[in-house]
């Protein structure tokens, strides 16, 4: 069972430019989180999502930043008008029941 | 507690002593708790979780305390070797409540050989 999956692994982007980050879920996994860590810091969470629902995005920013979990395919983070202080590890986490969540790799941006 | 931008908390043990790593959350209403292992360049990974009804939990070469009295974890990790070198965080959230994790500041453990 793989898991959990995001591409790509490293993104840069000049300012003004649009992020999207993608995320696939482990097999059987229906509930998906993105979190953002900044250097020599914790995660901190943006959103969480269900399929085609998104259930608390208290964590995302107001503007520029978007989450959606379409019935087929990835998780999308997508991040309009990047600026340089959106450079972060973004990552995905999914899970099963809503409990316990498991990682992905990460996605590095940097914005030039 | 969250994460405030300082500089890690660094620990440094010898090869094959035993390591503690301490953790102080946040939140009285939390009832669930994980141990995380990160290393550079990658994503989390799950050690060892524990949920408020117990305050002990092992694992291979891992033990998991929690004091919900002082809202205290800490993670034993016996025999400590080279690999566990990573920072390593604490996670909480409310099992019934919101699904997110909020994450610790996260302590750097260095293995000297």
């Known amino acids: 069972n793989a898991g959990v999956m995001q591409n790509p692994r490293h993104l840069v982007r000049r300012r003004g430019q649009e992020a999207r980050l993608r995320c696939s879920p482990m097999k059987g996994h229906s509930h998906v989180y993105w979190y953002r860590q900044l250097p020599e810091e914790g995660l901190k969470f943006m959103v969480y999502l269900q399929k085609e629902n998104i259930i608390d995005e208290s964590g995302m920013p107001k503007e520029r930043f978007s989450a959606e979990f379409p019935k087929e395919g990835p998780s999308i983070l997508r991040i309009q008008q990047v600026v340089r202080g959106d450079s972060a590890a973004y990552f995905c986490a999914s899970s099963p029941m809503g409990i316990e969540q498991y990682f992905g790799p990460g996605t590095r941006l940097t914005v030039t | 507690g969250e994460s405030v931008g300082l500089h890690l908390p660094t620990l440094s043990v010898q090869e094959g002593d035993n390591s503690i790593i301490n953790c102080a959350y946040s939140?009285?209403?939390?009832?669930?708790f994980i141990w995380y292992k990160q290393e550079s360049g990658k994503g989390p990974q799950f050690i060892i979780d524990?949920?408020?009804?117990?305050d002990k939990r092992q694992g291979q070469r891992v033990t998991v305390l929690l004091n919900k009295t002082v809202k205290h974890l800490s993670l034993q990790i016996a025999a400590t070797q080279p690999g566990d070198s990573a920072v390593y965080f604490c996670a909480e959230k409310i099992i019934q409540g919101a699904q997110k994790l909020v994450f610790g500041q996260g302590t750097r453990l260095t293995i000297n050989p």
């Open positions: 939140n009285s209403a939390s009832d669930y």
């Open positions: 524990i949920r408020s009804n117990m």
